[in-house]
Nanobody, 116 residues
């Protein structure tokens, strides 16, 4: 059974930081590209960042230079370090796992709220 379990969300003040984690099980983690997406009520899910199986990273313009995605293959975990958080970063954050010719998997999401 495949599971992606996010954690680390919460309430933070503007300018603050959070680190999200996504622990994967039931997949061959090393061959999957891992991504973070976010969604607010009434809007489509938005791509945030991706790290490929080779470790190459890509970011949405809105988070470039503030967010850092990383992965620990020994722990089957992907992280999203979020700095300089803004109210507009408030969303439910989801991780996903993608690999060529294999199913895509999603976690259940973790809420991030940026507010004073």
């Amino acid at each position: 059974q495949v599971q992606l379990v996010e954690s680390g969300g919460g309430l933070v003040q503007p300018g603050g930081s959070l680190r999200l984690s996504c622990a994967a099980s039931g997949i061959r983690f090393s061959i999957y590209g891992m991504g973070w997406y976010r969604q607010t009520p009434g809007k489509q899910r938005e791509w945030v960042a991706t790290i490929t199986s080779a470790g190459t990273t890509h970011y949405a313009d809105s988070v470039e230079d503030r967010f850092t995605i990383s992965r620990d293959t020994a722990k089957n975990t992907v992280y999203l370090r979020m700095n300089s958080l803004k109210p507009e970063d408030t969303a439910v954050y989801y991780c996903n796992a993608e690999a060529l010719a294999l199913p895509t998997y999603w976690g259940q999401g973790t809420q991030v709220t940026v507010s004073s």
